[in-house]
């Protein structure tokens, strides 16, 4: 009976200890196989929104104000907006008078325009003839004897300066002609070459500012006419005589401008500019 007894009892001993290590290793392998918990982290990184710097001046904006007689784009530039009458500089009407076209480079990258100025640039009226190389545009024709003036009739014909059969009888004259109509500028300077001078135009507005623009760049003010063939169908005639107190001139340069000078010609159109609004503004 007691070696019964005995036997019994290391049974259960067994048992019981067996029992203990089942249950432990149901623990480890549930602790080996279920994920642990973590605590996710609270994120201190804000979202920061990039908003574009605004501009005090309007952005620039093209406008193709008409085509070429090969179908190039005639393009304005207008610069900046103010509710006064514009004013506009044009860099080229011969095709082969080129450095004007740097003169409007400045003005388009000058940092600070006057904030009063509602101001137009065209880098050429003649597309084709720059293309070409030429004075005239595709058709041989002189635009700055096409204009509709008063004074129009036929010159030059079998020459560079031919002025066409008819007034405005081009394209890119017609284009330029509406564009100055409708904008009714109180101010245009056109660049020609060769020379060092300001042309002297008795037609304009405002002669003071033939005088100031003069004074501002060192070139002298001439009259010189248009050699052998006459001086009809200007642009800056045309201006002057079908726009109330507008000034049109042209300032001839050199046949090479140091960048200095070209500086000088777009700092002085910009003031004589803003003095053709000041004295229009103060006008009854």
């Known amino acids: 009976c007691i070696m019964e007894w005995t036997r019994l009892k290391l049974l259960l001993l067994v ?20 994920p642990s918990y973590v605590e996710p982290e609270t994120s201190t990184t804000s979202t920061t929104t990039i908003v574009a710097p605004t501009s005090t001046q309007p952005e620039s904006r ?4 008409g085509m070429s007689a090969l179908g190039r784009p005639i393009v304005a530039v207008h610069v900046q907006d103010s509710p006064h009458r ?4 044009i860099g080229s009407i011969h095709g082969d008078e080129t450095m004007g076209l740097k003169v409007i480079e400045r003005l388009l990258n000058v940092a600070e325009i006057p904030v009063d100025l509602n101001l137009w640039v065209i880098s050429t009226v003649n597309p084709d003839g720059l293309a070409l190389g030429t004075r005239g545009n595709a058709n041989g024709v002189d635009l700055n004897r096409n204009f509709a003036t008063d004074d129009w009739r036929i010159v030059g014909r079998g020459t560079e300066k031919y002025s066409g059969e008819n007034a405005a009888s081009e394209t890119e004259t017609r284009a330029v002609q509406e564009f100055l109509i409708e904008q009714k500028p109180l101010l245009v300077v056109w660049w020609h070459q060769y020379g060092q001078y300001v042309d002297d135009q008795r037609t304009v507005a405002d002669y003071d500012l033939i005088k100031q623009f003069s004074a501002l760049t060192d070139f002298p003010i001439k009259y010189v006419g248009c050699g052998s063939t006459p001086c009809v169908g200007n642009a800056t005639a045309f201006i002057n005589s079908r726009i109330e ?21 777009a700092n002085a159109f910009l003031v004589i500019a803003e003095a053709a ?3 229009n503004s103060d006008q009854p």
Do not use: W, Y
Not at 86 to 89: E, G, H, K, L, M
């Open 86 to 89: 514009p004013v506009i500089a």
């Open 277 to 279: 609004i000041l004295k």
């Open 62 to 65: 093209e406008l193709t104000i």
């Open 15 to 34: 048992l019981m200890a067996n029992l203990v290590l089942g249950c432990s290793s149901e623990e480890n392998l549930a602790s080996s196989v279920l």
């Open 245 to 265: 107190g507008a000034s049109s001139f042209v300032v001839e340069l050199p046949r090479e401008v140091p960048a200095r000078i070209l500086d000088r010609q």
